[in-house]
């Protein structure tokens, strides 16, 4: 049996992901972790989403970026095309500002329902 192994801290290739060589499992997604001392804020440097995004660039998969200030929860970055593909809307939004920030718990949702739709197509 193959276990994967995940690549991390290399360039343009984001702190998860999966290094599947059967190629049997479709893990579509390039997630980015960061976490750092409290600023004040509760929202996402503009950098670690370009840092992801042109990762999951690279290999042709879906960014997330998973981001967590000091006592504060974790929040999840996602383009909203990704989230209205798991919903069964368009994949049209051309805008690159469109992101959704959410919790944890609607991540797994998003990303359950964008494998969902991903295995039906």
């Not at 996402?44 to 981001?67: E, F, M, S, T």
């Not at 909203?80 to 049209?92: E, K, P, T, Y």
């Amino acid at each position: 049996m193959h276990v994967p192994k995940a690549k991390y801290r290399a360039s343009d290739h984001g702190d998860l992901l999966p290094d599947f060589k059967d190629g049997k499992f479709d893990w579509p997604f390039c997630i980015e972790v960061k976490t750092y001392s409290n600023t004040g804020s509760d929202t996402h440097r503009p950098a670690w989403w370009q840092q992801v995004r042109k990762a999951a660039k690279a290999q042709g998969l879906i960014p997330i970026l998973w981001y967590k200030y000091d006592r504060r929860d974790w929040r999840i970055v996602m383009h909203m095309n990704h989230v209205s593909f798991a919903l069964g809307g368009s994949f049209d939004h051309q805008d690159e500002t469109l992101l959704l920030t959410m919790d944890a718990d609607t991540c797994f949702y998003v990303t359950r329902e964008i494998l969902s739709a991903r295995a039906s197509a």
